[in-house]
């Protein structure tokens, strides 16, 4: 490094030879000065390890860890396809014994009747219809065998110069009044109600005291007094 090539000399010409001198060659630099060279990083090559050759055998499967936090609920599929029918299924136990499950009476009346000094009890003397019996013709009462919710309504025809006043009783407690004030005619005068009923239930209508002259009028050709009562649910 940093030799100048000088070429100063003559190669000698063969022997015998008649040649002319050649010129001095000039002395030339071919190399730049040390000072002034780029200096190169060596590079060193880093060694690899062929890992397949290391690798040993597969362990024993290791212990189950413990269960990570649930994430956030997805969104609900489709519905799926309808699967097939299913076997018939095997017959239950029996049920309780049938019980009666209607009621329904419709009575008249074709007498008139007039205030006492005690209550009355409307006695009917006309079935339309009585179901199973349920309502009592001697005693003039409905008797409850199917609890439950029941509408009655009671239609009665007044009496001219006299008040109509009466009630519809549930097991002696007055629920509603049917009334007409005195008039010079008479009118067909209506209530009705609905209760609910427990079983050995009574239900009757009943004519005021005679306070006052009280009545309700009706003849032996036409029936103008209905009591009427069903079973709703």
Same mark, same amino acid.
């Given at each position: 490094?940093?030799?100048?090539?000088?070429?100063?000399?003559?190669?000698?010409?063969?022997?015998?030879? %008649?040649?002319?001198?050649?010129?001095?060659?000039?002395?030339?630099?071919?190399?730049?000065?040390?000072?002034?060279?780029?200096?190169?990083? %060596?590079?060193?090559?880093?060694?690899?390890?062929?890992?397949?050759?290391?690798?040993?055998?597969?362990?024993?499967?290791?212990?189950?860890?413990?269960?990570?936090?649930?994430?956030?609920?997805?969104?609900?599929?489709?519905?799926?396809?309808?699967?097939?029918?299913?076997?018939?299924?095997?017959?239950?136990?029996?049920?309780?014994?049938?019980?009666?499950?209607?009621?329904?009476?419709?009575?008249?009346?074709?007498?008139?009747?007039?205030?006492?000094?005690?209550?009355?009890?409307?006695?009917?003397?006309?079935?339309? !219809?009585?179901?199973?019996?349920?309502?009592?013709?001697?005693?003039?009462?409905?008797?409850?065998?199917?609890?439950?919710?029941?509408?009655?309504?009671?239609?009665?025809?007044?009496?001219?110069?006299?008040?109509?006043?009466?009630?519809?009783?549930?097991?002696?407690?007055? !629920?509603?009044?049917?009334?007409?004030?005195?008039?010079?005619?008479?009118?067909? %005068?209506?209530?009705?109600?609905?209760?609910?009923?427990?079983?050995?239930?009574? !239900?009757?209508?009943?004519?005021?005291?005679?306070?006052?002259?009280?009545? !309700?009028?009706?003849?032996?050709?036409?029936?103008?007094?209905?009591?009427?009562?069903?079973?709703?649910?």
């Amino acid at each position: 490094l940093g030799v100048l090539l000088l070429s100063c000399l003559l190669l000698p010409s063969p022997a015998g030879s %008649q040649t002319r001198p050649r010129p001095r060659p000039r002395c030339v630099r071919c190399c730049e000065p040390p000072d002034q060279r780029f200096s190169y990083p %060596q590079y060193q090559p880093l060694p690899q390890i062929n890992m397949t050759i290391l690798k040993g055998e597969k362990g024993d499967r290791g212990e189950r860890g413990m269960q990570g936090k649930f994430g956030k609920t997805g969104v609900a599929g489709s519905r799926g396809h309808a699967g097939p029918k299913g076997q018939k299924g095997s017959v239950g136990a029996p049920g309780e014994r049938c019980k009666s499950h209607y009621a329904a009476f419709s009575v008249g009346r074709k007498k008139p009747l007039h205030s006492n000094d005690y209550y009355q009890t409307l006695i009917f003397d006309t079935e339309f !219809v009585n179901l199973y019996d349920h309502f009592n013709m001697f005693t003039g009462k409905f008797y409850c065998y199917v609890p439950g919710i029941y509408y009655f309504s009671l239609n009665v025809h007044t009496w001219n110069q006299k008040e109509t006043y009466l009630h519809v009783m549930h097991n002696g407690a007055e !629920v509603v009044i049917l009334y007409a004030q005195v008039s010079d005619r008479s009118i067909m %005068q209506s209530q009705s109600v609905m209760l609910e009923l427990r079983e050995q239930d009574e !239900v009757w209508v009943r004519l005021y005291k005679g306070e006052r002259e009280n009545a !309700v009028f009706s003849d032996e050709y036409d029936t103008y007094i209905t009591f009427s009562g069903h079973l709703i649910k």
